[in-house]
């Protein structure tokens, strides 16, 4: 069983492009994640996807959006980048049940953004 | 506005000593807590949880503490280890809105250091 991966791992952009991130989910797992995490900052949650559809989404810009395919991997793009966005970019999958439980979120091991 | 708070930056323990670490929190919808470990270059991992109608939860080394009146957690590792060393993490998420549960808010984290 895989656990959860991002690609790339690194990337360096410049100001105004775009970019995007991807995560393979782990195995069994139909909800996907994004947190950013900045320099000496806690992961910040960015938005929630559920069978393909945005299901929450934190105080990001709309320039921040996301994807998720039927086989529950995920992207997620950035538009329009600025230098705030350098940070480390993580994807959380966990399974989601029909119930009221707490599932836990396990993590990948991020794709760390330069924007220059 | 920082709803959970790691107010320690760093920590250094001696092996084999307790180490315990802190995290407040503001909001009182937050009733799932979870601690995560950080290496450098890899993803937050899972440690352990605390449902809001508990207020202990053991797990090997590891044991979480929750008082609720006080909006206080706490991570107990005991006997710590070298292998310890790395930046914890505490995390929140409140209720349950149709899937917004799985939103963790988290501290800034507090990095461990166990002196053999």
């Known amino acids: 069983e895989t656990g959860v991966t991002q690609s790339p791992t690194h990337l360096i952009k410049t100001r105004g492009q775009q970019v995007t991130l991807r995560c393979s989910s782990q195995?069994?797992?139909?909800?996907v994640s994004w947190y950013q995490q900045a320099l000496g900052q806690g992961p910040q949650f960015i938005f929630q996807y559920y069978r393909e559809e945005e299901n929450g989404r934190g105080n990001f810009p709309p320039r921040f959006s996301g994807l998720q395919f039927p086989n529950y991997s995920s992207e997620l793009n950035v538009n329009a980048l600025e230098l705030d966005d350098s940070a480390l970019y993580l994807c959380?999958?966990?399974?989601?049940?029909?119930?009221?439980?707490?599932?836990?979120?396990?993590f990948g091991p991020g794709t760390r953004l330069l924007v220059l | 506005d920082q709803q959970v708070k790691q107010n320690s930056p760093s920590l250094s323990v001696q092996e084999g000593r307790i180490s315990i670490l802190n995290c407040d929190y503001t909001?009182?919808?937050?009733?799932?807590f979870l601690w995560y470990k950080k290496y450098p270059a890899e993803g937050p991992t899972f440690l352990i949880s605390i449902s809001s109608i508990k207020d202990k939860n053991e797990d090997g080394r590891f044991t979480v503490f929750l008082n609720k009146s006080a909006k206080h957690l706490s991570l107990h590792i005991v006997p710590s280890q070298p292998g310890d060393s790395a930046v914890y993490f505490c995390a929140a998420s409140a209720g349950w809105s149709g899937g917004s549960n799985y939103k963790l808010t988290f501290g800034k984290g507090t990095l461990l250091t166990v002196n053999p």
């Open positions: 959380a999958s966990s399974p989601r049940t029909s119930g009221f439980s707490k599932e836990t979120q396990y």
């Open positions: 909001n009182s919808m937050f009733d799932y």
């Open positions: 195995s069994g797992h139909n909800t």
